[in-house]
Nanobody, 123 residues
Framework: QVQLVESGGGLVQAGGSLRISCAASGRAFSSYAMAWFRQAPGKGRDFVAALTGSGGSTDYGDSVKGRFTISRDNAKNTVYLQMNSLKPEDTAVYYC????????????????WGRGTQVTVSS
């Protein structure tokens, strides 16, 4: 069992940067692939980024590639999402997820979810 708690969301101007975090509790954090998804009002939950347990492999959604960076610190049981060059269309609730089946781009590839953190980008 893994519990996930996101933090660091907030309001930022377009072009700005923000780093959000996800703290995990439970066992064997380094064995889980971790991912970020986001959901804007009235829309589905979209894949943002993922990385393997070791952090050696990453994957990014097309809309964030080159702007966002996912990373993890297994000693701190924490995964991060550094978001640069933010755009108003990045506004969403960002969810952290953990899964035992490697990098996946679909929500059903992850068994554990946090409650989300709101990121709002003003124009």
């Amino acid at each position: 069992q893994v519990q996930l708690v996101e933090s660091g969301g907030g309001l930022v101007q377009a072009g700005g940067s923000l780093r959000i975090s996800c703290a995990a509790s439970g066992r064997a954090f380094s064995s889980y692939a971790m991912a970020w998804f986001r959901q804007a009002p009235g829309k589905g939950r979209d894949f943002v980024a993922a990385l393997t347990g070791s952090g050696g492999s990453t994957d990014y959604g097309d809309s964030v590639k080159g702007r966002f960076t996912i990373s993890r610190d297994n000693a701190k049981n924490t995964v991060y999402l550094q978001m640069n060059s933010l755009k108003p269309e990045d506004t969403a609730v960002y969810y952290c997820a953990a899964g035992a089946w490697g990098l996946r781009r679909t929500a059903n590839g992850y068994a554990y979810w946090g409650r989300g953190t709101q990121v709002t980008v003003s124009s």
